[in-house]
Every structure is written in C-alpha cells, then in structure tokens.
C-alpha cells in the first residue's frame, strides 16, 4: 500500500504504529499532509500560518517517544499559545500575535510526538458556529458542501481533518465549538468535563469555566489517545476535574450495560427540530437500544432558555476584556476595521452589565448545572441532536452588520440553530457529538450524547461501542483527497 493509500486507511494511532515499525517516517508524513493542504486548503480556506520549517526542525531534533509520534498535525488559531506559532485569533486585532511561552496544552501535544506545522481558522473571539472572520479573507467552506458552513468556532480544523488534509487536528470548546464542526463535518467530536484539560499558562480560566481544548477525529481512539496525553491540570490551575478511574485508553474497551439513557427528539425547551435532526436522534437511540441499554423519551427541567441569556453576558464580558486589553497594551485606539460588527456590539453590550449583574450570571450558569446534575441523577446519558439544523448555509452567522445580543438569542439565529451544546460547557459534563446520520442530499447530522459530571470515561466507552456497530470512518466528502484521487 502506498503512502496516501495508508494515510487515508489509517487513523493518527495506526499511522504512529507505522513510525514505530520504521514503515514509514514523520518526514514523509509531513510532506503527504503539505501536499494534501496545497491540493484542498483553495477550495476550503482551513489551513493558515503554516510553518513548514519548524515541523522540520522538530522531525531534526528528534521527536519525543509519545503515543503519536511523527503523526502531522495543526492547532486551531485561537489559543493553543505557542513560541513556535503566532495566531490570529481568528481577528484583525491580533493578527500575527507572538508569544514568549508554549501553553501547557500545546507542551503536551508536543511531548505526544506530533508534528505540528500550522494553525486552522476560527471565527474572530471564537464566537459562532461558523467559520467565516475577514482576516483569513473569505469563508471557510464545509468539503460536505463547500455552500454550507464546516461549523465553528472549530470549523477550519473540521475541515482539514473531514477532507483528508491531517488524521486528527485540536481544537476547542467554550458553547459547542468541537461538537458542532464535528457534526458538521461528519467527525468524532469530545468534550470533555470542566478543567479536564489545563488552560494555563496564558488563561486562568476561559469564560467563567465553560471553554475547554479539544480534538477533531474520524476514529473514537485518536481522540482517546488525545486525552490520556493531554489531561491533567497544569501548574497553579484554579480547580481540576474529578479524577478518572482508568484512561481515556483503557474506557474503549468498556461494556456498560445496561445503561439508563434519556433522549429527546426535541430541543432542550421542547420546541421541534428540523426533520433530519430528529430522524438522527431516533435513530440512534434504536440502536443505543439494540446495544442492550434501557432507552427512553424525556423532557429536561432545567432553565435553559435563563442560562442561555447568562451565557450571552458571560461571553460578551469576555470578548471585551481580550478586545480592550489588547488595545490598551499596545497604546493605540482601536480602528474601524481591526475587528468585526458581533466582536464591537458585544463590547457595547458588556458596558451595561456591572459587575454584580456578570456574578449574577455566573452564579445562573452554575444554578443550571446542578439542574442538570439532578437530571443525571435518574439517568446515566442524555442524548439529542447536536444542532437543531442541518450545517447552515455560508453568511446566515458572519460577524458582518449583526448585533451580539440578536446574533445570539433572536429568532433563527445561533441558539435556535445550537440550542443543546452550550447546556454541558455550562454545566461542564462531558459530551459528544457522533456522526451517525446524513441527509438526503449529503450534509452530515451529529448526535449528541452527555453523561454526568466527570464520567469521561463511561461516555468515550458508549461512543467506541457505538462506533462498533455504526463505523463511520471510511465516509469521505466530495471535497476531499480521497475524491481528487478516484
């Protein structure tokens, strides 16, 4: 088999097997996945600020002995700090940021043997389920249907990973922004639960404990392996997660079973989604009920509609505290064009909130999760869709002449469109989001499924098992490299 035959039949666990038994070598990894970025990125527009050079450098100096040695690799262009990689940060405003030290995620990503050689695009702040910031010039097309959306705020990793360019790529999650790419692009995407993954040094915490890393993958054990070398807190970290019973590794070979499981074919409110989206959730939980587990309909109690309006003052907060420090450290007023309509209507928006009204919506977000902690008392998981829609059409979510607060909660915008994926970054459970279901003209449809606070485990081994009976990895776009080659 030659070398873009494997890169396709494998996942990052099987290609590093590859490395480990001199098959193949990280240099010739690295130059597949360049020529699969030069091939597709025109088309899609996910893959910026690569650094050929230092990938390289790394494979010269010698690689770490880690799970994923010599497996290419890219971060996503918000966070994941590093002295190697400038981002960003999906803006104008931070365009080419530097810095002075690696972020502990990224230390850690690097200590697993990947070979990191560029960022992928974000909407600017990380707001919205798309990918569309004027600073990487145009949109980020999804390679399902280059017309719709990959998804955001992680839509560029969606895309390069859906399309073939690189096995598995990070990203992160503050609302839905792993799950949502991820049903979006037809990927594996987890979130895993509140402090799980560190945050420092640059962030104490990302939006009042509610933004987290994460990965984009075809296979459930990539994301697995992932996890087990990236989790743990990291120096002077405010709180941590519970502790796991095993690894992310040992929970794909779990049999939990039976399991109590909730769905609702509805969103979290009761309100219908859109046909393909309950279809998705009906299907699945059949066959969450042919694996064995006791499956059954449900409403969820909880105040969702209230958390989401806490959320949106929350997120606005934080928009205006990165914007304004950033403009105060350089010394210079902000210019017109430097960032985009959502970005300065939230800063207006977070002006009239005061300082009692944020603790107050803190305080809202974490009432809701022990809401949720109530419900997860009578049930082991949740599932429902993971977007109320089908991937949207490209332009519904741009930043351009929308207001903040309208952008968020007004009608058919993104909590109509994202009602159930914010719930666990505000209750901090683990969830995921699994491609199961496509639609008849081609747009994939993720599931959704959340367990309780700290039951990392037991969700990744529902989802290993699912995978099982529903595999989904050999399912490629029509933009993809695979295509071009057939």
């Known amino acids: 088999m030659n070398l873009s035959d494997l890169f396709e039949s494998c996942d990052a666990v099987a290609l590093a097997d590859l490395v ?20 597709l990125n025109p088309r899609l527009n996910a893959v910026v600020m690569q650094r050929e050079d230092v990938a390289r450098r790394l494979i010269a100096e010698g690689l770490p002995d880690g799970p994923l040695k010599g497996v290419p690799f890219l971060l996503k262009d918000l966070g994941a700090e590093a002295i190697d990689f400038p981002s960003n940060n999906g803006s104008r405003l931070f365009a080419n940021t530097h810095y002075g030290q690696d972020s502990a995620i990224y230390a850690r990503l690097k200590m697993a043997g990947l070979v990191t050689f560029g960022r992928t695009t974000s909407p600017e702040g990380g707001v919205g389920p798309t990918t569309e910031a004027a600073v990487y010039g145009g949109p980020t097309r999804n390679p399902w249907n280059p017309e719709h959306t990959p998804g955001g705020s992680s839509g560029g990793a969606a895309a390069a990973v859906a399309s073939g360019m690189v096995p598995v790529a990070h990203g992160s ?43 984009l993958t075809r296979s459930v054990r990539d994301t697995a392996v992932l996890l087990d070398a990236t989790h743990g807190s990291d120096l002077g970290a405010p709180y941590a997660a519970p502790p796991l019973e095993a690894s992310f590794g ?93 970005a300065r209507t939230a800063i207006a928006y977070a002006r009239t909130v005061s300082g009692a009204d944020y603790l107050e919506a803190v305080n809202k977000v974490h009432a809701y999760g022990r809401e949720l902690a109530r419900f997860f008392q009578r049930y082991d998981l949740l599932l429902t869709a993971t977007l109320a829609e089908p991937p949207a059409r490209l332009g519904r979510f741009n930043h351009l002449g929308k207001d903040y607060v309208d952008y968020r909660m007004a009608p058919g915008m993104v909590f109509a469109y994202s009602p159930f994926t914010a719930a666990f970054n505000a209750s901090g459970q683990p969830a995921a989001s699994l491609p199961l279901h496509w639609t008849e003209d081609g747009l994939p449809v993720g599931v959704h499924l959340a367990a309780g606070f700290g039951r990392d485990e037991l969700l990744l081994g529902v989802c290993a098992r699912i995978e099982d009976a529903a595999p989904w990895f050999q399912r490629r776009p029509p933009i993809s490299y695979a295509a071009l080659r057939s």
């Open 20 to 39: 480990r038994r001199r098959e193949i070598t990280p240099t010739e990894l690295l130059d597949e996945a360049l020529r699969r970025v030069g091939a």
């Open 173 to 215: 999650d503050g609302g839905g922004s792993v799950r949502i790419p991820a049903s979006s692009c037809g990927l594996f995407g987890f979130k895993a639960t509140r402090a799980r993954l560190p945050d420092g040094p640059y962030v104490g915490e990302g939006w009042a404990g509610m933004a987290i890393d994460g990965f």
């Open 250 to 342: 040992a929970a794909l070979g779990r049999q939990d079973k039976p399991l109590r499981i909730a769905f609702i074919p509805t969103n979290l409110t009761g309100e219908a989604i859109h046909p393909e989206c309950r279809a998705a959730v009906e299907k699945a939980a059949r066959l969450l009920e042919d694996l064995g587990h006791q499956v059954e309909e449900a409403r969820l109690d909880a105040d969702t509609s209230g958390m989401m309006v806490a959320w949106t003052k929350v997120i606005a907060c934080g928009t205006a505290l990165s914007v304004e420090s950033a403009v105060r450290r350089r010394g210079r007023p902000l210019a017109e064009d430097e960032i985009e309509n959502v």
